[in-house]
C-alpha cells in the first residue's frame, strides 16, 4: 500500500487471504503512510496481520521489499500516473522476476482506465501489471482506451467492502435526519463555479431542512474543504464538517458515513457506487458536467435539484424510488458474484502454472 485510499480496496483482499491455507500473505505499506494515517495500521492489527514498513525510496531503487518467496504481486492503485510511482517500481521489479503482477480497479473513475482529461490523456497511460482486474464489464471500458490496457482487463467485480465490521459512527447531536455530503479527492478538475455553488448549495439547503444533520466528508486524502480551501465555510447550526485529520473522524471513511446515513450526496466519484451498493439513496453534484456513467441517478446541476433530492427522502415512495435508481446504478456497472474470491482464484491459477527466476 502506498496511498492512503488503498485500504479500503485491499482489505478485504488481506482479510479473505488470511483464511486460506494455499496462500501465503505478505503486506507492505510505504512508512509514512502509516504515519499519516493511524486508521491503516490499526485496521490490520484489529485483523491479527503482521505488515511490514518499507521506504518510499527504497522501494523506487528496487531495495524494498524483499521478493524471495514471493510469487504474486498485487497492488492497490498502479500506473504510469506520478502519484503510482512506488507501485509500479514494484511492479517492474517482479515482472523482471517472471512473477504474477495485478492491479485493482481503486475508483469508479480511474485514470488511464476509464477516466482522460487534459492532465491524464487516454494515451499517456499505461499500466506495468500484467493484469488489470476491473469491476464492470469489459464492454463498458471507453473505446479511447489503449488496446494494450484493454488486453490487460479482467472483470472480477469489486473487492471493496460495503458491510464493514468498524465500530458504528456517533454523529454528535444528530437531527431525525442525516445527510452526508461528499467532496472527492480530485478537486483540481472544478472550477471555481463549481466549488462556489457546492458550498453555497450546502448551506442554502441546510438553512432549508432545520431537522436535518448535513454531515460534510472530506476525502482523506484531498482534504480540499478542511486543508486547501481558505474561504468562508459552510457555517449553518444543522451543519458538522467531519475534518480527516481530526482523532475523532480519522478512522471513518465513506463506507462508515453511509451505513448511518439517511441519503449522500457527493462529488462525481466511487462514493456513489459506495451508496449505491449500501442500497443508500445518492445524487451525484452535476453543475452541468456531463456525466453519463453515473446514469441513473439523480444529478444536482442547480439550488432547487438539492431541495427537491432532500425532500425526496422524507416519503417511502420517494426513498424506494431513489433505491430503485441505485439498484439499476449497481447493476449496469458491477458484475455479479464474490470478487475477492475470483481475484484469488485467478491468481492461484497464475501462479501454478508460471516460471519464476531466483530473487
Avoid at 33 to 59: D, T, Y
Avoid at 303 to 331: M, N, P, Y
Wanted: hydrophobic share 40%.
Amino acid at each position: 500500500m502506498h496511498l492512503m485510499q488503498d485500504l479500503d480496496i485491499v482489505l478485504p483482499i488481506i482479510e479473505k487471504l488470511k483464511k486460506r491455507d494455499d496462500l501465503e500473505l505478505k503486506v507492505c505499506i510505504i512508512d509514512n503512510l502509516l504515519n499519516k494515517s493511524p486508521r491503516i495500521s490499526n485496521a490490520l492489527r484489529n485483523l491479527g496481520v503482521k505488515f511490514s514498513k518499507v521506504s518510499r525510496l527504497g522501494v523506487l531503487t528496487n531495495l524494498e521489499p524483499s521478493l524471495i518467496g514471493v510469487k504474486a504481486v498485487i497492488t492497490a492503485s498502479e500506473s504510469t500516473a506520478n502519484p503510482h510511482k512506488a507501485a509500479r517500481a514494484l511492479t517492474q521489479r517482479a515482472n523482471k522476476a517472471r512473477l504474477a503482477t495485478y492491479t485493482l480497479q481503486h475508483g469508479y473513475e480511474n485514470v488511464g482506465l476509464n477516466y482522460f482529461d487534459e492532465a491524464y490523456p487516454a494515451e499517456t497511460i499505461r499500466f506495468t501489471s500484467q493484469k488489470v482486474l476491473i469491476w464492470g464489464s469489459t464492454d463498458l471500458l471507453p473505446p479511447e482506451l489503449l488496446s494494450e490496457t484493454r488486453s490487460k482487463c479482467i472483470a472480477v467485480g469489486c473487492p471493496k467492502n460495503i458491510n464493514s465490521a468498524s465500530i458504528k459512527v456517533a454523529i454528535p447531536g444528530r437531527r431525525k435526519h442525516l445527510i452526508v455530503i461528499f467532496e472527492n479527492l480530485h478537486w483540481e478538475r472544478y472550477n471555481d463555479e463549481y466549488r462556489n455553488n457546492f458550498l453555497e448549495d450546502i448551506e442554502k439547503t441546510s438553512l432549508h431542512f432545520p431537522d436535518t444533520t448535513f454531515l460534510i466528508k472530506p476525502h482523506h486524502a484531498g482534504v480540499w474543504l478542511t486543508e486547501k480551501y481558505q474561504g468562508k465555510l459552510p457555517s449553518a447550526d444543522n451543519i458538522i464538517i467531519a475534518d480527516p485529520q481530526d482523532s475523532q473522524w480519522e478512522a471513518f471513511t465513506a463506507p462508515a458515513l453511509i451505513a448511518v446515513a439517511d441519503g449522500a450526496i457527493t462529488t462525481p466519484s466511487t462514493v456513489a457506487l459506495d451508496a449505491a451498493r449500501s442500497r443508500c439513496p445518492v445524487a451525484v453534484i452535476g453543475y452541468n458536467l456531463d456525466l453519463p456513467n453515473y446514469q441513473p441517478l439523480s444529478v444536482l446541476d442547480r439550488s432547487a435539484d438539492w431541495i427537491t433530492f432532500v425532500e425526496q427522502l422524507q416519503t417511502t415512495e420517494g426513498r424506494f424510488s431513489a433505491q430503485k435508481q441505485a439498484h439499476d446504478f449497481i447493476q449496469r456497472n458491477i458484475i455479479t458474484g464474490d470478487a475477492v474470491d475470483q481475484i484469488l482464484n485467478l491468481v492461484t491459477a497464475d501462479i501454478s502454472r508460471k516460471p519464476q527466476l531466483v530473487n
